[in-house]
């Protein structure tokens, strides 16, 4: 099997699994956690825009559970692809959707999704440093394959598209967003534990990490 053919298969067997968009890439700087896979498969999925309606000024019990099960479908496909594409004699290593590596790095996967995701032409990170992708903006989720599978995007990467709106630095409660652009691969522009310690310091009672989901609602790029 030549390589278009793998690239459609994989796609298939994502998109049969409930992946939204699927994206290949090569990566300038592979993951120290896996320094000899050096492409990248991004899959997002879709969130449910009924969910994201519930959300006012504050996060809701709808979209944390809706955040958690759409992580645990991106971990499963990434499961399956990665030992698709072992069956055919490469290495792949799902990251999962919702990481954190300890002590030492409480906010930070093996690698960034969103910057797989970027490098893979599917959209580009915006001021809130979310992933937004040209189809559904930032009403995705995302997660990553780490593999030596030398399939490369056939997709530019993106320019941030933000423009002068800063609606989501405004929006933010915890003041987490600081409403810069972030660099070409979207690393990180916002505080990211200003964001985690509002949820944990105020919904206790809905869950904790970094899910309040406002800088998503108000996002114009999301018809919401
Ligand atoms: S999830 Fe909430 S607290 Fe975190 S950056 Fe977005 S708006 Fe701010
Ligand atoms: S709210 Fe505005 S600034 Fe924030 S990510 Fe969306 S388009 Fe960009």
Same mark, same amino acid.
């Given at each position: %099997?030549?390589?278009?053919?793998i ?5 298939? +067997?994502?998109k049969? +699994? !409930?992946a939204?968009?699927? #994206? ?7 993951s ?6 050096n492409?990248?498969?991004?899959i997002? *999925?879709?969130?449910?825009d009924a *969910?994201?309606?519930?959300i006012e000024?504050?996060?809701?019990f %709808?979209y944390?559970?809706h955040?958690r099960?759409?992580?645990?479908l991106?971990?499963? @496909? ?6 698709k594409?072992e069956?055919? #004699?490469?290495l792949?290593m799902? @990251?999962a959707?919702?990481q954190s +590596? ?6 930070n996967g093996?690698i960034?999704h969103k910057? *797989?995701a970027v490098?893979s !032409?599917?959209g580009?990170?915006g001021?809130?440093g979310?992933?937004l992708?040209?189809?559904? !903006?930032?009403k *995705?989720r995302l997660?990553?394959?780490l ?6 995007s056939?997709?530019?990467? @993106?320019e941030? #598209?933000? !423009?002068?709106?800063e609606?989501?630095?405004?929006a933010?409660p915890a /003041?987490a967003?600081f409403g810069?652009k ?5 690393e ?6 200003l964001?985690?310690?509002? %949820? ?6 809905? #869950?904790?990490g970094?899910?309040? /989901?406002?800088c998503?609602?108000?996002c114009?790029?999301?018809n919401?």
């Amino acid at each position: %099997m030549n390589y278009k053919d793998i690239k459609i298969k994989l796609e298939n +067997l994502a998109k049969s +699994l !409930g992946a939204s968009l699927v #994206g290949f890439c090569k990566l300038d700087k592979p993951s120290k956690y896996a320094p000899s896979l050096n492409y990248g498969i991004s899959i997002a *999925v879709k969130l449910s825009d009924a *969910v994201f309606k519930t959300i006012e000024d504050a996060p809701s019990f %709808m979209y944390f559970q809706h955040y958690r099960t759409a992580n645990a479908l991106l971990d499963q @496909i990434a499961f399956r692809l990665s030992q698709k594409i072992e069956e055919l #004699g490469f290495l792949a290593m799902p @990251i999962a959707a919702s990481q954190s +590596l300890g002590k030492n790095s409480p906010y930070n996967g093996a690698i960034a999704h969103k910057t *797989v995701a970027v490098l893979s !032409g599917l959209g580009f990170v915006g001021k809130s440093g979310l992933f937004l992708s040209n189809e559904y !903006g930032s009403k *995705v989720r995302l997660v990553t394959i780490l593999t030596n599978l030398p399939i490369e995007s056939d997709l530019p990467i @993106i320019e941030n #598209g933000c !423009g002068d709106c800063e609606i989501c630095k405004n929006a933010c409660p915890a /003041g987490a967003i600081f409403g810069e652009k972030p660099n070409a691969l979207g690393e990180r522009n916002i505080d990211a534990e200003l964001c985690s310690n509002y %949820m944990k310091s105020n919904f206790q009672d809905i #869950g904790r990490g970094s899910v309040c /989901g406002i800088c998503i609602k108000v996002c114009p790029k999301n018809n919401l």
